[in-house]
């Protein structure tokens, strides 16, 4: 049984490895651009399905896919990846001080029932947190814009990187707004019959304190 994350994203890799898994990583090349929705969680959903189905169709049988999308609802607006350094500006003038709810879709794919996609077993779902976002100065906006980190993910920041510096609190799982909910995953996963422990590569070392 093949593990593989249909995704580009380092953030997204580092989550799984972090957690235990090694999954092979491929890039849908699914156009983004291309959907329409009338909610942002119904686009963050769509998106996944997508991917993970596109991912799916090239790995054949005996795979399990995992797909996901990340968006984040401001006022209603679907904000993705900012188009350049004058939208990210925009946003983090708009952002700031504020709450905004990130939503991601999930979607696994379990092609071991067969090639075909009428023999696959598709479960989905979209995790929402809240994020309250700092009142940050024009000075850090510039400086975060400089770090090129804005322009390539979706809502314009991240929680562990350096936008991780302006976000005051989230409400929900901190794993979906780095781009995949364990918990949610996890849940997915036994519906498709397979838990995260026989996924494990190597059961990780207990965490060690001072």
Not at 53 to 71: E, F, H
Not at 130 to 149: H, K, P, Q
Request: aromatic fraction near 4%.
């Amino acid at each position: 049984m093949r593990l593989v994350l249909a995704s580009q994203s380092p953030a997204r890799l580092a989550t799984l490895r972090a957690a235990g898994l090694e999954p092979e990583q491929i890039v849908s090349g699914v156009d983004e651009d291309g959907f329409n929705a009338a909610s942002p969680a119904e686009l963050a959903l769509q998106l996944a399905i997508a991917k993970a189905q596109t991912v799916a169709a090239n790995v054949g049988k005996d795979a399990i896919v995992i797909g996901c999308d990340s968006v984040l609802d401001f006022g209603g607006e679907a904000l993705g990846k900012p188009a350049d350094v004058d939208e990210a500006r925009a946003r983090w003038r708009a952002m700031r001080g504020k709450d905004g709810v990130l939503v991601t879709g999930h979607c696994v794919v379990d092609t071991r029932g067969g090639a075909d996609p009428d023999d696959w077993n598709v479960v989905l779902d979209v995790n929402p947190t809240m994020v309250r976002f700092a009142e940050v100065s024009d000075e850090e906006i510039e400086g975060y814009l400089a770090s090129g980190e804005p322009l390539q993910v979706a809502g314009a920041f991240t929680l562990d990187g350096l936008g991780g510096w302006f976000v005051e609190s989230i409400v929900g799982d901190p794993s979906n707004v780095v781009g995949i909910s364990l918990p949610l995953i996890r849940r997915l996963l036994g519906e498709v019959g397979v838990t995260v422990p026989e996924l494990w590569k190597s059961h990780p070392s207990p965490a060690k304190t001072d």
